[in-house]
């Protein structure tokens, strides 16, 4: 196909031109349609005036879309052209290393500013806002991804920026905060002393590790009290795996450049964006009867929430105050080990991914943190590019898969997203060189006390 040598390329590149200028909506192509969010307090499906404290009516709007596809702004394309399209490479000398007759691809969004997938919304979000005369965004952030990515983008429109961090890792990852910092952003420990909820959570325990749900709530707190800020989330919500996609429509135009369709698609999953974003136009292709790729999700097994999870109506943060979601949850008041993949540590899923998974149109798998390490350093030995802790689950599911196909001889192709560089995340490479890293098992009876938070409806 084209100028592709079938027999050498390693990295496919789609020409700036053949960018795609629309987003894809999965919600009207469903067989049947996701549950609607609830109010948290009359239990009835929420309305666009319940969003409008928090979100911009245009984001309102894509939350509940029904159109299949929406134009990309210029000026949002104007700033993915800084790293868009993204590269597709082929991981030869992994197979080779693997000895598998399967083809591994995998999409790279580490080459984003911030170096993940999460500029593909924040960029979106931000200008939305922007445009609506929003001055000031706030959010919660993790491993430090999202809340990096919302002040670039947030300093790519001149806006102001506020991040409350999740504790732990504002201790342990002290070069992200640096990062949102050169872009601008305020960055708060969280529980922190600026919200009533965070000064009585550190009341209770000053070193308070903090949790994502935690950071969300004192987030949501703070936008909602001024008229000029609103809140950004960095996953979960339809708006933003909807704004993912283009990593899924770029994948397509560039699998079909060399000539090859996809019998497997795996993607890690936190919220459940970057599998979205890579799996919904493959899914789209699916349904219509053009390919028939298996579709799956990887979790850590210390936050299995699909496949330990409930699939219930539940919170989206700890302090119960956005609007009850029905996801596969762990409870909303779990507090899940800390595992080395941060973004990947939320006790709930997106609602669409949650849906999807009910209806047996994708498969999810729960894998530790010690093989997915193990994984990636064979990974970066092989293809060079260190990964975040996140997608290592992707890739140590996708070794797993090449490693069947050696068995079975199946030449599969595989396809994967590496949603993200490992750059900043020495520490925890450090710890899997010393031997220090731990499986964390999460007992059902852990699970069992954390789901007794979760609201009991009908
Ligand atoms: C935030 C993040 C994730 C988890 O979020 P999803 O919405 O599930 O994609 C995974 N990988 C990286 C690199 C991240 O920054």
């Known amino acids: 196909m084209g100028y592709y040598d079938n027999d050498t390329y390693t990295k496919v590149i789609l020409p700036e031109g053949e960018m795609p200028t629309q987003w894809y909506n999965i919600v009207p192509d469903l067989p049947t349609p996701p549950p609607p969010p609830l109010h948290p307090g009359t239990r009835e499906p929420i309305g666009p005036a319940d969003l409008a404290p928090l979100f911009p009516m245009a984001i309102i709007e894509q939350e509940v879309s029904m159109e299949r596809y929406l134009d990309i702004p210029g000026e949002v394309l104007d700033v993915y052209r800084l790293w868009r ?53 706030t959010t919660e952030t993790g491993a430090g991804q999202w809340g990096s990515s919302l002040a670039f983008a947030t300093a790519q429109y001149g806006m102001e920026c506020e991040v409350w961090q999740v504790a732990a890792s504002y201790r342990q990852k002290p070069y992200r905060k640096a990062m949102m910092e050169i872009w601008g952003a305020t960055v708060h420990s969280s ?29 949501v707190m703070m936008a909602v009290q001024d008229p000029n800020t609103r809140y950004a989330l960095g996953s979960v919500l339809n708006h933003v795996l909807m704004h993912q996609t283009i990593i899924g429509e770029e994948a397509l135009r560039q699998l079909a450049m ?17 599998f979205g974003g890579l799996a919904f136009p493959f899914l789209r292709e699916k349904m219509a009867g053009r390919m028939n790729p298996t579709i799956r999700c990887v979790e850590p097994a210390a936050c299995p929430t699909l496949t330990k999870g409930e699939y219930r109506y539940d919170f989206g943060d700890t302090a119960g105050l956005t609007p009850l979601v029905k996801m596969h949850t762990l409870g909303h008041t779990f507090i899940p080990d800390p595992i080395h993949a ?54 140590a599911a996708a070794v797993r898969e090449a490693l069947a196909c050696k068995e079975s001889g199946e030449e599969k192709v595989i396809l994967t997203a590496l949603c993200g560089h490992g750059h900043l995340d020495m520490a925890a490479y450090q710890a899997y060189f010393a031997g220090e890293l731990v499986d964390y098992d999460l007992p059902d009876s852990e699970i069992a006390e954390a789901m007794k938070s979760v609201p009991v409806l009908d």
Not at 110 to 137: C, F, M, R, W
């Open 258 to 274: 060399v000539g090859e369709t996809p019998d497997i698609l795996i993607g890690c999953t936190g919220g459940g964006s970057n």
């Open 342 to 395: 941060g973004g990947l540590r939320y006790h709930g899923m997106a609602p669409l991914v949650s849906h999807l998974y009910d209806q047996a149109m994708v498969e999810a798998v729960a894998i530790g943190q010690t093989e997915c390490f193990d994984a990636a350093v064979q990974f970066a030995r092989c293809e060079g590019i260190v990964p975040a802790p996140e997608p290592t689950h992707a890739i």
């Open 85 to 137: 399209p993204s590269p597709l490479f082929r991981a030869r000398r992994l197979e080779k290393q693997l000895d598998t007759p399967a083809k591994i691809f995998y999409k790279y969004e580490g080459v984003s500013p911030a170096g993940s997938h999460k500029p593909n919304t924040s960029v979106p979000q931000a200008y939305y806002n922007h445009k609506e005369g929003i001055t000031k965004l």
């Open 191 to 219: 529980p922190s002393e600026v919200t009533e909820y965070g000064r009585s959570l550190l009341a209770e325990n000053p070193d308070h590790p903090g949790s994502l749900g935690i950071a969300i709530s004192e987030a």
